[in-house]
């Protein structure tokens, strides 16, 4: 593990204790002013993971009120755990450290499929979910055949559109390696300072981080044609159902401005994520290749 990648964890760890801390304190101020009696076995905890990246005090202001809403309906003490990035979202999931999850596309798709979480309800969705490949605009590459034997900068494990459907659009070529940035921005900021022949990111992310570039034009190489399912609310495997089924009926039942603040909604329909989760599957197959150097990215041979 590098200098870089140690220290986001130690962050990340750190930062989650003190939020846990915080909101602790808060939910048993509610429960006492509403005249409940505090032991520690009546009060339930439940974890709701979500992902930061670098937004971890506004991560926390947007779920104030919800959290209040959610752990006095259910008598609960709710804790918000922010993730820096997929990689450690999938972690928490794969151990079952949480309760809910605010989930973006692919963490969602390898949660159901994997993990046996559930979905709940949709999340908002931006627009602009296609997954692109972006160059420098002096860049002589014109088409994804010429990335073989360069490197290329992928998000982390886990993003629908910087690690999954990139990986799966260039499956069958060798590169020479693939880098992983922390965030979306700095997919951006490694293309433009020439550490990697191209990165993967959203369009959306593009639009919003393209312009912070310092008089570097980057340029799109690719746009994958697939729509890419918005995330969603799951929930782990681990509550009972007589319980998943309230949790359900107190989030419908949220305030319409309570339910856009942490932006889910609870009146349209689930995200289709069969053909999300088919893109996981084959990027799980080449998965022991995309560290190696040179990484081939073909399937690996059964054992």
Known sequence: MSFQ????????????????????????????????????????????????????????????????????????????????????????????????????PGVAASAIAYRQYTPLFPLQNDGNLSSILVVRQDSPVRDLKALNGQTIVLGKQGSATGYYFPLYNLYGLTLAEIMFAPTPKTVLEWVAQGKATAGAISEQEFNLYSSQLDSVQLRVLFTDPRNVPSGSVLIAPTIERNREDYIRQVMSDA???????????????????????????????????????????????PS
């Open 5 to 104: 990648s140690l220290a986001n964890v130690i962050d990340d760890r750190a930062y989650r204790q003190s939020i846990s801390r915080r909101l602790f304190l808060v939910q048993m101020l509610l429960l006492t002013a509403c005249g409940a009696k505090i032991t520690p076995t009546q009060v339930e905890e439940l974890v709701i993971g979500v992902i930061s990246y670098e937004q971890g005090k506004q991560i926390l202001d947007r779920f104030d009120r919800f959290n209040r809403y959610l752990g006095e309906k259910m008598g609960a003490r709710i804790e918000i755990e922010p993730a820096f990035n997929e990689t450690l979202a999938l972690d928490r999931i794969e151990a079952r450290d949480w309760s809910l999850v605010f989930a973006p």
């Open 255 to 301: 305030p319409t401005a309570l339910a856009q603040e942490v932006g889910y909604l609870p009146d349209r329909s689930l995200p289709d994520y069969q053909y999300m989760i088919s893109v996981v599957k084959r990027v799980r197959a080449i998965a022991t290749h995309v560290r190696e150097k040179p990484a081939r990215l073909i399937a690996s041979e």
